[in-house]
């Protein structure tokens, strides 16, 4: 059990991390958005009710490291947490893509390494743990452009999570393995984003980041 009794657990990240969470900052039990944080805050709530962890959650629709660097002061350092969650990257390359002709909004590799640096060395000696999500695409076609150019920032950041002793929290693992029985139509119609309803993906999510933590509560 990585995370202790009485902590501030905060996600922050893009539109899979937010999905309609109160604004300034959406806090538990009715502010966190209908997405993976609020499933965390509900599992560690109903499962391990005597470690008393509150979350929050500061991601915003359409980010990227760019954007979530101008912010990580107001909204992760300034809301005093002691884990930060953080899940960042496919806007970075999904503008290569769905923008092809403004290169000026695009995020290149080099730029995503060096800010997530910066991030990493803002906070690690702040909190009593981070978590890097890495950034996912649910498509078994791995010679399509824009999966490997996801799975190629993956690995930047299970790289830096390795290099700063931090978590690494590899979610296209349990996307990879849920699609053995599940088309990725069933989990994300654009491969990004959880479809709503039922929906696995922000149940995977969850699962996920739980288990990077060693707080899955189901044996």
Avoid at 21 to 46: C, F, H
């Amino acid at each position: 059990m990585k995370i202790k009794t009485g902590s501030r657990l905060l996600f922050t990240g893009d539109s899979i991390t937010d999905v309609g969470r109160v604004r300034p900052i959406g806090e538990a039990p009715y502010g966190l958005g209908e997405g993976y944080p609020k499933l965390v805050s509900g599992m560690l709530t109903a499962f391990l009710p005597e470690l008393k962890i509150h979350v929050l959650n500061t991601g915003i629709s359409g980010n990227t490291i760019r954007d979530l660097r101008a912010r990580w002061q107001t909204d992760v350092l300034d809301q005093n947490p002691d884990w930060v969650s953080m899940m960042i990257g496919v806007n970075d390359v999904w503008r290569h893509f769905d923008r092809p002709f403004e290169p000026n909004i695009w995020v290149s590799k080099e730029e995503y390494i060096k800010t997530y640096r910066e991030l990493i060395e803002m906070t690690k000696d702040k909190v009593k743990g981070m978590v890097l999500i890495a950034p996912y695409y649910i498509d078994k076609n791995e010679t399509d452009p824009m999966t490997a150019m996801v799975r190629d920032f993956a690995s930047v950041v299970k790289e830096l999570a390795k290099e700063y002793q931090v978590i690494f929290c590899d979610v296209q693992k349990e996307f990879d393995e849920a699609q053995k029985n599940l088309h990725h139509m069933g989990i994300s119609v654009d491969r990004v984003h959880p479809n709503g309803g039922n929906s696995p993906g922000h149940f995977i999510l969850a699962k996920s980041f739980l288990k990077s933590v060693e707080c899955w509560p189901i044996e």
